[in-house]
């Protein structure tokens, strides 16, 4: 994995409102491009112009800054997320690895945050959190498949279930809200009842307080090609099937979804969990000083 260092102008994105999926006011990516290599990731589509997605990361090196200089201006305190293009605690080099001292700042300046990633390295900065979390902090782990082999092959480079799981764990037990973006979930690979059954079963016992689902996946250019290449290495045969059901669309939902919608639903209800996540609440802007 090669690393390129540049320089951002702006760090803070506003998100349009509502956001009632995650409540984010503001979204922050510090790099372009991610070391998991998952082979479902939109974030290889032609849209956000990363050449080298598999193997080249840009690291936005004035982000401790640009951040300080931003949030010192901001009226409104809203949730934060990091996490949407790529995975802000996958495994970097000490002096690229941004998040933790990003946590510091967002902590001190009081700041809510939603973090969605599908590593374990979230236990690095489990003391941040917790400070945060005095305000408001979440946690959403990427899981798609309960089974660690099945994810090696769709996630290769990320770390395993297993071990997400026991991140959510250890911090349930510290009081920071956590639970399971349940992500795409893949047409024919990942649609099973048992598969949706199994995820939820190990979120509640790792302290999960819901489990966000989406059952399928979104599919175009360059990301539809990758996807495509590695459905022909580990599943033979099955390209065929979803060249025939989706064509050229976008929207690839299982054609189980209403099915898996209803199952998750009683499954989430057995168990105690929210299909929504718990939000932070909406601020009033403050207002400036005269003096």
Not at 62 to 83: D, P, Q, T, Y
Request: net charge positive; glycine share 4%.
């Amino acid at each position: 994995m090669n690393f390129r260092e540049i320089h951002a102008k702006t760090l803070l994105a506003h998100v349009k409102q509502p956001d009632t999926w995650f409540g984010l006011r503001y979204n922050m990516n510090l790099y372009r491009g991610c070391s998991h290599r998952c082979i479902y990731c939109d974030s290889r589509s032609e849209c956000y112009q990363i050449e080298d997605f598999d193997g080249e990361i840009l690291v936005k090196v004035n982000a401790l800054e640009l951040l300080r200089e931003e949030l010192a201006r901001k009226r409104v305190k809203g949730v934060i997320g990091l996490g949407s293009m790529n995975d802000p605690l996958m495994p970097l080099p000490p002096r690229y690895d941004l998040t933790p001292r990003i946590l510091d700042i967002i902590a001190e300046f009081g700041f809510p945050v939603h973090i969605i990633t599908k590593s374990d390295r979230v236990l690095r900065v489990i003391d941040t959190l917790a400070e945060i979390s005095r305000v408001y902090a979440s946690v959403s782990f990427t899981v798609t498949t309960a089974d660690d082999a099945l994810a090696a092959q769709v996630e290769p480079f990320a770390p395993r279930p297993s071990a997400r799981f026991a991140a959510m764990r250890a911090l349930a037990e510290r009081g920071i809200q956590t639970g399971v973006t349940l992500m795409p979930v893949l047409p024919f690979i990942e649609d099973t009842p048992e598969n949706l059954a199994a995820i939820v079963a190990q979120a509640a016992a790792s302290g999960a307080r819901y489990v966000l689902p989406s059952m399928g996946l979104t599919l175009r250019d360059r990301q539809r090609a990758h996807f495509y290449r590695e459905l022909d290495r580990h599943f033979p045969g099955l390209r065929a099937k979803y060249e025939r059901i989706y064509g050229a669309r976008y929207s690839c939902e299982s054609p189980r979804a209403a099915e898996l919608y209803r199952h998750l639903d009683a499954l989430c209800q057995r168990h105690g969990l929210a299909t929504r996540l718990p939000l932070y609440p909406l601020q009033a802007p403050r207002q400036p000083t005269l003096f």
